[in-house]
């Protein structure tokens, strides 16, 4: 779709403000006056993005226009169910699925998007309440959904059963499938400053994080090669058939200020205070241990939105490597044996999540050969 932003007219820019409007983020307006996208629909778009944990620009792209089309639906308002081919997203499905899981159905990931797994807790709802059996959340199945009282509150248990997989995979590497995600790729080169281009660099990246987990026995899977670039939801459903333990994709980052500087991480958590537990204690182990290895700036961990995050069944994490247009960082991350650290920190970032605070050794300080020596004295 065409971005929009300030200074735009036309019924795209209608639309927007309607739809804000009824969010309550923006005040009702003359119908008569000319659809503008002025600085008050920026700031209210901001606004929304900060609310959903998207980039907060103040411009409407694909992924604002999903979560705002996503945030008009409210459970009840369509009848909800599962389509292979384009499967139903929005908050009402979100609704749905934080119902279920009140109720003690494993409907997955609270993310909005109906989807298998869903369908099966829902059709079990159904099966244990005496209702049609069809996997299709309609006007009886609604009601039946508001009368029961949940059987948790105060937690989220999806977010339990994520650490409960953590500690039942055990400590050991070998045998564990992580899928690589360098960020861009083909003709979309990410990032590109004095011919330092951001997708080499983070295909050169994971094959050398590829190679360091080989070794250690796990099965690394890159979702790209030099020559394509899959959008975020098709990276998405290759970890999600791989049947992926986790998903670590790699981007570096730009800026207009050449001051900008540093290594951040995110994990997967909406504006509401959703979060990926497990994600987020990875991204906080790969920050910790990047910066520590390399003395990066330490630009933090944050909960995003972003479909690569919401999208996949596994714990998924993106590392932003610095700033290519940040001289510093950019003369770094073109140094071969700097890339290397930095696989070598996210390599054992993951293994400190497996280890469970067992074993632990302070942050910075357990190398590559450590990790081997570990990995070969340690019985399955």
């Not at 927007?16 to 008569?32: A, C, N, W």
């Not at 039942?168 to 992580?178: D, P, Q």
């Not at 994971?206 to 098709?234: Q, W």
């Amino acid at each position: 779709m065409q971005l929009l932003r300030r200074g735009d007219v036309g019924t795209d820019v209608a639309e927007i403000r309607s739809t804000l409007t009824r969010l309550g983020l923006l005040p009702p307006t003359d119908p008569q006056a000319p659809p503008v996208f002025d600085q008050q629909v920026e700031h209210a778009v901001r606004a929304f993005q900060q609310q959903r944990g998207l980039i907060i620009d103040g411009i409407v792209g694909p992924a604002t226009y999903r979560a705002l089309r996503d945030a008009t639906f409210r459970l009840g308002d369509r009848p909800l169910a599962f389509l292979m081919s384009q499967p139903t997203t929005g908050d009402d499905v979100l609704m749905l699925q934080e119902r279920l899981l009140e109720l003690g159905y494993d409907a997955g990931r609270a993310n909005g998007v109906f989807g298998q797994q869903t369908e099966h807790a829902l059709r079990n709802f159904q099966r244990d309440y005496g209702l049609i059996v069809d996997g299709m959340c309609g006007p009886d199945t609604v009601r039946a959904l508001r009368q029961l009282q949940p059987k948790v509150r105060g937690g989220r248990p999806v977010l339990l059963r994520e650490q409960e997989q953590v500690r039942t995979a055990g400590s050991r590497l070998s045998g564990k499938r992580i899928v690589i995600d360098p960020g861009h790729g083909g003709q979309d080169h990410g990032v590109v400053v004095d011919g330092v281009s951001e997708a080499d660099l983070m295909l050169d990246l994971a094959r050398r994080l590829e190679g360091k987990m080989a070794a250690t026995g796990m099965e690394a899977l890159l979702t790209r090669g030099p020559a394509n670039c899959p959008d975020e939801a098709e990276r998405a459903r290759f970890a999600n058939e791989a049947g992926a333990d986790l998903i670590l994709s790699l981007h570096a980052d730009g800026n207009s200020s050449p001051h900008a500087q540093g290594v951040a991480t995110f994990h997967y958590g909406t504006g509401n205070g959703t979060s990926s537990t497990v994600g987020e204690a990875l991204a906080g182990f790969i920050q910790r241990e990047v910066t520590a290895r390399t003395s990066m700036v330490n630009c933090g961990s944050h909960p995003k939105s972003w479909d690569l995050l919401r999208l996949t069944r596994c714990t998924a994490v993106r590392v932003e490597v610095g700033y290519l247009t940040n001289a510093e960082d950019r003369a770094r991350l073109a140094t071969p044996g700097f890339r290397d650290i930095v696989a070598e920190g996210i390599l054992v970032a993951v293994k400190r999540l497996y280890l469970l605070g067992k074993d632990d050794q302070p942050t910075g300080t357990f190398t590559f050969n450590d990790l081997l020596r570990y990995e070969m004295s340690k019985t399955p």
